[in-house]
């Protein structure tokens, strides 16, 4: 085994350690869908395969909306990352990475800028967000936190700062796909990923009509 394919075997453990009890739709089933993802999308883009591959793995390690402490988490994937010999710009990429690619951090003025590196594992999350299973992990997580399934009274907001995404109680399940889901196929950055987005896009469509149909009692 080289090398990187060492590193990236470590990653791997460490990801499975920390995410394997997550109950959230965040959990390995999920970090795995975007690994592969990732590697899908390098196979057709640029990218740098280590930094990718290992991004794809930790980005959801300490995620604010997962975590406690968010501050302990990133600490302790910096030290873990740098116990399996990555280089201090390989450590700095990958973290900026995990800290930058989510959809609340690309809310508001100035989104971060990434990496192409970086693009291709956020586009792999977002696609993970969206189609099938994206709306299966709604669901979940939507139930998980309280959340109701509809209210025709309560209309979708465009959401603009992380605070106003984050705050549920104005939130329903199907708005979510409204203020977020349908959004995402827009803002893939890859060719590769725009191709397969549209697939998820089309069955999310389709999901909302079928949805509203049953809910309004149309036979």
Request: charged content about 25%.
């Amino acid at each position: 085994m080289n090398l990187t394919n060492n590193k990236i075997e470590l990653v791997h453990n460490f990801s499975l350690e920390q995410m394997k009890n997550d109950l959230s739709g965040h959990g390995f089933d999920h970090i795995l869908r975007v690994v592969n993802l990732t590697k899908y999308i390098l196979k057709k883009e640029q990218g740098n395969h280590l930094i990718a591959i290992c991004a794809a793995y930790l980005h959801d390690v300490a995620d604010d909306k997962l975590v406690a402490n968010p501050n302990k988490q990133v600490e302790k994937i910096i030290t873990f990352l740098k116990n399996s010999e990555f280089s201090s710009s390989e450590i700095s990429e990958i973290i900026y990475i995990t800290q930058n690619l989510s959809f609340s951090k690309s809310l508001g003025a100035n989104p971060p800028k990434l990496s192409l590196s970086g693009k291709i594992v956020q586009d792999a999350d977002r696609l993970d967000a969206i189609g099938a299973i994206g709306t299966l992990r709604t669901i979940y997580y939507g139930g998980k936190n309280s959340e109701i399934i509809y209210d025709p009274s309560i209309k979708p907001r465009k959401l603009t700062e992380k605070k106003e995404y984050r705050d549920l109680s104005h939130e329903t399940i199907i708005n979510h796909f409204y203020e977020k889901l349908l959004t995402l196929a827009d803002t893939m950055n890859t060719e590769t990923a725009k191709e397969l987005a549209q697939v998820r896009q089309n069955f999310m469509l389709d999901f909302l009509e079928e949805f509203k149909n049953e809910w309004n009692g149309k036979l």
